[in-house]
């Protein structure tokens, strides 16, 4: 196993991850028109775009495929998202689950209000993976990453988690940590089924995650979820 180097990039209110190990993937894709600043925060970072291998989206949200099809056609990287995900990625269509908090449902309205005029462009998914059960997983050994990919539903059906041999885990908007969603780390204040969401994190800690990289906001030690989950 090698020591993954981790580099995360902030597109907007979301972020991505840069993962370099013999191979460097991406981890999701950002807001809408975020292309450009991508690339030049990963030059920054010292990783040319051009060395992305894969594209791994944790699920379809706008905020997390929005500059999908434009880092694809710069990266020239196949595309990879759970196969229940992959209409509505390559029909860009917008789509936020109901609040499950009272902030979150705050926050679903205010984004229902404007949500039909953001538009972004459809990407192909290249790569449509349909792990049926925890130990059903797709490993990433081919793209130069000791690590795999875990379905973990809840948030959305088909969200996905990248979880590495070091216990570093990618869980797109399986949890969130930080402004404005929640203000430490917890569960999603937008989920399909709250429960479903609890399971799957259990699911990633069962199979050795021990530090948590969200969607929005800073990582964190499994051990901030004691009592969450
Ligand atoms: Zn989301």
């Not at 759970?82 to 984004?111: D, N, S, Y």
């Not at 059903?136 to 130069?144: A, E, I, S």
């Amino acid at each position: 196993m090698s020591i993954p180097k981790i580099f995360r990039i902030k597109l907007g209110v979301s972020c991505v991850y840069l993962i370099r190990e013999r191979g460097t993937i991406l981890v999701d894709a950002g807001p809408p028109r975020q292309e450009q600043k991508f690339v030049n925060k990963a030059r920054a970072a010292g990783i040319d775009p051009e060395e992305i291998s894969l594209v791994v989206v944790t699920h379809a949200h706008m905020d997390h495929i929005g500059s999908l099809a434009g880092i694809r056609t710069i990266t020239n990287a196949p595309v990879l998202a759970h196969a229940g995900e992959k209409t509505i990625i390559e029909q860009a269509l917008t789509e936020i689950p109901k609040g499950v908090t009272p902030w979150g449902r705050v926050m679903r309205f205010a984004i229902s209000l404007s949500e039909k005029n953001i538009r972004f462009e459809p990407a192909p998914v290249d790569i449509a993976v349909e792990p049926h059960n925890p130990n059903d997983c797709y490993p990433l050994n081919r793209f130069g990453i000791d690590g795999k990919i875990v379905h973990t539903p809840g948030h959305t059906k088909g969200s996905i988690s990248l979880l590495l041999e070091s216990g570093d885990a990618f869980v797109g908007d399986l949890l969130m940590n930080g402004f404005p969603m929640r203000r430490g780390p917890g569960i999603p204040i937008f989920a399909d089924d709250l429960e479903t969401v609890k399971n799957s994190v259990r699911v990633l800690l069962s199979q050795g995650a021990v530090l948590f990289f969200p969607g929005h906001g800073n990582p964190f030690a499994a051990s901030d979820l004691t009592g969450i989950c």
